[in-house]
């Protein structure tokens, strides 16, 4: 099983670029499909972007479309989510998550701790 887990995360000023990284160490890491969500207290989880196994193919939620870009580099068994022009409104814990590429958190089974990003003004 993937198990994700998401070193990294912090505190940040608006405008500077922030990356995420989402490792595994399953030795299948590339036959699942990636997404990260992120969750504000009291809220649920919220849909941001998801790459397929190749890599190739990636949907983006509207408040991520030109700011936030996902890769993956399966030789590293690593997903990456690069921040750009973040915002106050963009913290949040970030979740990594595996099995699928839609939009619906309950359609991925297999979910990291998440990591905290703070975006100070």
């Known amino acids: 099983q993937v198990h994700p887990v998401e070193p990294g995360g912090g505190l940040v000023q608006v405008g500077v670029p922030l990356r995420l990284s989402c490792v595994s160490s399953c030795a299948t890491f590339s036959s699942y499909n990636m997404g990260w969500f992120r969750q504000v207290p009291g809220k649920e989880r919220v849909f941001v972007v998801s790459?397929?196994?190749?890599?190739?193919?990636?949907n983006y939620a509207d408040s991520a479309k030109g700011r936030f870009t996902i890769s993956r580099d399966n030789a590293k068994n690593t997903v990456y989510l690069q921040m750009n022009s973040l915002k106050p409104e963009d913290k949040a814990v970030y979740l990594c998550?595996?099995?699928?590429?839609?939009?619906?958190?309950?359609?991925?089974?297999?979910w990291g701790q998440g990591t905290q990003v703070t975006v100070s003004s």
């Open positions: 998550a595996a099995g699928a590429t839609t939009i619906y958190s309950r359609n991925y089974p297999y």
């Open positions: 790459v397929n196994r190749s890599g190739v193919a990636t």
